[in-house]
Nanobody, 125 residues
C-alpha cells in the first residue's frame, strides 16, 4: 500500500507561483511512476505531469509545459510540482497519484492505483 498526502495549495493571482508537495509513505517507490493530475469543477480529471521515481524521466501536458515542473526527493519521499506563471484556467483540485510497481509513465488516470486527497489551487485574474 502507498499513502499520499498533498499540501501547498492556496489562492494566488495570475502570474504568481505555487509549489505543491506530496508526502509518500508505505511501500518502496523504486521502479514506480508518480504523477500529478487536476480536476476543475464539472470537468474530468486531467493529466498534468508524471515522473519515473528512480530514473527521473518526466512527461508533462502541453498546457503546462514551460510553466510547471515535476520533481522528487527520493530521500525525503516527497513529490513536488512547481507551478510558475499561473493562469486562472489552472484553478482546480490537484491530486498526486502513484502507479503500481514497475509501471511506466502514463497520462491516463485510470492507470494509477493510489491517490491523495487533493489540494485546492485557485488562481484569480
Amino acid at each position: 500500500q502507498v499513502q499520499l498526502v498533498e499540501s501547498g495549495g492556496g489562492l494566488v493571482q495570475a502570474g504568481d507561483f505555487l509549489s505543491l508537495s506530496c508526502a509518500v509513505s508505505g511501500r518502496a517507490l523504486s521502479s514506480s511512476t508518480m504523477g500529478w493530475f487536476r480536476q476543475a469543477p464539472t470537468k474530468e480529471r486531467e493529466f498534468v505531469a508524471a515522473i519515473r521515481w528512480i530514473a527521473g524521466f518526466t512527461d508533462s501536458a502541453d498546457s503546462v509545459k514551460g510553466r510547471f515542473t515535476i520533481s522528487r526527493d527520493n530521500a525525503k519521499r516527497i513529490l513536488y510540482l512547481q507551478m510558475n506563471s499561473l493562469k486562472p484556467k489552472d484553478t482546480a483540485v490537484y491530486y498526486c497519484a502513484a502507479r503500481g510497481m514497475g509501471k511506466g509513465l502514463s497520462r491516463d488516470p485510470r492507470e494509477y492505483d493510489y491517490w491523495g486527497q487533493g489540494t485546492q489551487v485557485n488562481v484569480s485574474s
